[in-house]
């Protein structure tokens, strides 16, 4: 856990100067009074209005958070929870992720936080972000704010906790275009294709051969019995097979729009069964041809590409 600032009072205005005047009075009165219980009711006010400004600051100080359940994976644009607590009763807020060098030239990046929560060694509860871009998280950063002991004034800190193991943001799926069999489709400098493989299947029946079979097609139990080559008709699915070549800009919400298009074409591909998708990404200038079979291996050969580009 890495400090990214020095503990100060939020908000402290009002209670601080409202403190030093009560302050100022109550040695008036006791002054004035002369009565020993005045003077000591007195001194028990000042160290309590003393403590509730000032012991924030030292109790902040040995204030440690854990994460105690942390998921592997994340979504652009859609909310990520985890669960945290603390060695001590505060309040935390998550903030931008930490380690921004592991996002390619993403320093703008953009991440909302969720609503606060109170934590502390015997309570568990969640936080919650929302991701814009793909990339990878290596380690996120906090609010924490106590007002401990006597709720006086709220004293605040920024803490950096890196995670036991990196959080992958995937690309959102993006269903606006629409990709068909047999065209090539261009989004920026990413290319989609597909070609049409051969036919399997079970046999339908038989005619004859034409200019484009192959040889694999010919009955030849049914050539022999005709004057002419006879080749089999298949009831069968027609397989296709899909090759993307990705290339994302370095512009992280470019690359985040043209990623989730391209999400989205291989969620319409592999709907259908029979499809082969083929992804190829880029890393530091090196090539890499995936076999994708679901959307998470798609996701993650993104998010890894982009990061590591």
Known sequence: MKS????KPRRFV???FGTVPLMLVLIAVARASG????????ALISGVMLAGVFAPYFILRKIRIQITELPPRAQAKSPYKFKINSNRVCRVVALLPSGHHQFKRTRHIQYHPGESCIVSKTSDDYLEFTPDYLG???SLSFEVLTAAPFGIVWWIKKWEVV???PILVTPHISLDSKFQFGTVSKIGDTTISSNRTATTGSLRGVRSFQNGDTMRQIHWPASAHSSALMVKELEAQVNHEIYIDLRLPSEAVLAEEIAGLAMGAISTFLAQSGNKVILRTYSKGAASDVKISNLMAAGRCMAMAYAKA
């Open 35 to 42: 009565s020993g219980w005045v003077q000591i009711v007195g």
């Open 163 to 165: 995670l036991p193991s």
């Open 14 to 16: 009002v209670p601080v």
């Open 136 to 138: 990878i998280i290596e």
């Open 4 to 7: 990214l600032s020095l503990a």
